[in-house]
């Protein structure tokens, strides 16, 4: 299939532009009282609706291969004349184009620290459960009604597992791949970090993935790590995604730092960079052999780490010496699900799997006029002590 063939194609689609021309930087958040929150979406997250799964786009050394799947068929389309607004006609989104056919490594912040940022928003494991996702993104002003930035110089922060259980991880990629595209016009930022469940799908660990991927593998005859192979747009910035963050005094961390992990004298810099070229897509042979490798994928690791909700040893005194080494004040943490958003040790770690994995409701954490609050779906917006 070749681009004029998709240009024909795309002739009886029903395009619904959602691009760059359309953005607009201004916040419209809308406290609970006057913004109704849509349990059902009217419409896919792609203008032609009857993608089902998809694209999944892979470089060539100046053109790009793209696969998606409509309605249980195959579509592959090459784009040889850099003709991207194919791609924003049918999926809606844009490429960042700039970045492109760059070279990653040589511009990756291994730091990953950002101080004076006035206000941000957490959201974490949302395994999938696109919709849910994107009415929590809505009620705070995140996103507009057409699922663009509208939450100007804020930032938002992923915590860790988009992927796995749901049925709509790839719908959840494209959309924050989006925000990001689109935040930095605004002078906002979007941070996706990795957790347990992007490090599993990278290295092939394939036991949550949800059964409408296992027929895209079949499909695409390819295993679905490939799909996010570092060929791939999607699977390229993932390897240069951190897993450790710092916003202001406040530390990101998927599933949290062990004290083991003080005691080995770890660093942020040095355990994002250890994850992002020695870790993802490693065999586990490799990983198992490597005594420094083992345990930062362990479970007393930053991706698998659940000691703070389920050590009964661990203390405030532990915590305060892991506060002290990284020189912050908290540790925000998904992970570990509960019904709502926690606070321990007052306000030291603050847990934010607020079970968005269930499809049913969720929350995210909200920074502003330097308080926390619990932004609900159903409650407004809850300040946490």
Not at 77 to 82: C, K, P
Not at 120 to 142: C, E, N, P, R, W
Not at 333 to 357: E, M, N, P, Q, R
Request: hydrophobic share 40%; aromatic share 14%; proline share 2%.
């Amino acid at each position: 299939m070749n681009t004029s063939f998709l240009k024909k194609r795309l002739n009886y689609l029903v395009i619904a532009f959602i691009g760059f021309g359309f953005l607009s930087c201004e916040s419209s958040y809308q406290d609970e009282d006057k913004q109704e929150i849509t349990q059902q979406v009217a419409s896919e997250f792609y203008p032609n609706k009857n993608v089902t799964d998809g694209p999944y786009i892979y470089k060539g050394d100046s053109t790009i291969n793209v696969k998606w799947i409509e309605q249980n068929k195959l579509f592959e389309v090459t784009i040889f004349d850099n003709d991207y607004s194919l791609i924003e006609q049918n999926f809606g989104f844009a490429l960042d184009t700039a970045n492109l056919f760059q070279e990653k490594k040589v511009s990756i912040d291994y730091k990953n620290t950002f101080n004076n940022v006035e206000n941000f928003i957490a959201i974490s494991d949302m395994h999938g459960q696109y919709f849910v996702t994107i009415d929590l993104l809505k009620k705070y002003g995140i996103i507009d009604k057409d699922l663009n930035w509208s939450f100007g110089k804020g930032y938002l922060i992923v915590d860790g597992d988009i992927f796995d259980r749901g049925d709509k991880a790839t719908e959840i990629l494209w959309l924050i791949y989006k925000l990001k595209n689109q935040a930095e016009v605004c002078g906002g930022k979007v941070h996706y970090l990795i957790g347990n469940h992007e490090l599993m799908v990278l290295n092939n660990d394939l036991r949550y993935v949800n059964e409408k991927y296992k027929l895209t593998e079949k499909m695409i005859a390819t295993s679905y790590d490939q799909l996010f192979s570092e060929r791939t747009v999607i699977g390229e910035w993932l390897r240069t995604s951190p897993v450790i963050l710092t916003i202001n005094d406040v530390l990101f961390v998927h599933a949290g730092i062990s004290p083991e992990f003080i005691e080995n004298k770890f660093t942020q810099q040095g355990v994002n960079f250890m994850f992002q070229n020695r870790i993802i897509g490693a065999e586990d042979e490799v990983i198992e052999n490597d005594p420094i490798l083992s345990f930062l994928e362990g479970r007393n690791g930053p991706v698998w780490y659940r000691g703070y909700f389920l050590d009964t040893t661990f203390t405030e005194q532990k915590l305060d010496r892991i506060l002290d080494y990284f020189d912050k004040e908290r540790i925000v943490v998904g992970h570990t699900s509960f019904d709502s958003i926690v606070s321990l040790y007052d306000g030291k770690i603050l847990g934010i799997d607020a079970s968005i994995k269930r499809g049913k409701n969720g929350e995210l954490l909200i920074f502003e006029k330097g308080k926390f609050y619990r932004g609900t779906l159903n409650f407004g917006k809850i300040e946490l002590k």
